[in-house]
T-cell receptor, first 109, second 114 residues
């Protein structure tokens, strides 16, 4: 079973920041937090991952709380092309990815 | 650098038949995982291959089997197809089994069993 809890759906206005929360209260010290997204009828796409520190790349920012029990994925300026299902996964090196149902993000014009 | 490619993209089979799905991993990647994604659900792990050996398996029956070849491409075989096997089958490759940058997924094969 997935070790994360995410809201089933969220809306965001185009051009605004999208903040997607994830709870992972049972995360262990060796587990990374990963975010993937899946646009309709495509394979999941890697977005970002982190262990303890906040991370930023060209796609998004990942904010991990100090106790590591929750995290937030931030898309700074959401576009219509960001409409997708977003998956938050905790995983230790060498383990397979366990996907939950994710959050369906709808970016509205 | 090419990504993960899967073939065919779509397939229709009859219940009881056998099917083989193919995956070419990203260049340099020696680890391949297969996932099944039913409509409206997240992908479910089937198994993983690392350097031609099975390296982990999810909760799928033995009629789901696989192979990895010396060039690290892979096949997923499903025997005695059932209606519930209808799904999107995803292949993902990784630079190494412990590579913490995660997997690169292909676009999948849509299998319909009638």
């Amino acid at each position: 079973d997935a070790k994360t809890t995410q809201p089933p759906s969220m809306d965001c206005a185009e051009g605004r920041a999208a903040n997607l929360p994830c709870n992972h209260s049972t995360i262990s010290g060796n587990e990374y937090v990963y975010w993937y997204r899946q646009i309709h009828s495509q394979g999941p796409q890697y977005i970002i991952h982190g262990l303890k520190n906040n991370e930023t790349n060209e796609m998004a920012s990942l904010i991990i709380t100090e106790d590591r029990k929750s995290s937030t994925l931030i898309l700074p300026h959401a576009t219509l092309r960001d409409t997708a299902v977003y998956y938050c996964i905790v995983r230790e090196d060498g383990q397979n990815f366990v996907f939950g149902p994710g959050t369906r993000l709808s970016v509205l014009p | 650098e090419t990504g993960v490619t899967q073939s065919p993209t779509h397939l229709i089979k009859t219940r009881g038949q056998q099917v083989t799905l193919r995956c070419s991993s990203q260049s340099g990647h020696n680890t391949v995982s297969w996932y099944q994604q039913a409509l409206g659900q997240g992908p479910q792990f089937i198994f993983q291959y690392y350097r031609e050996e099975e390296n982990g398996r999810g909760n799928f029956p033995p009629r789901f089997s696989g192979l990895q070849f010396p060039n690290y491409s892979s096949e997923l075989n499903v025997n005695a197809l059932e209606l519930d096997d209808s799904a999107l089958y995803l292949c993902a490759s990784s630079l190494n089994v412990g590579y913490h940058y995660g997997y690169t997924f292909g676009s999948g094969t849509r299998l319909t069993v009638v």
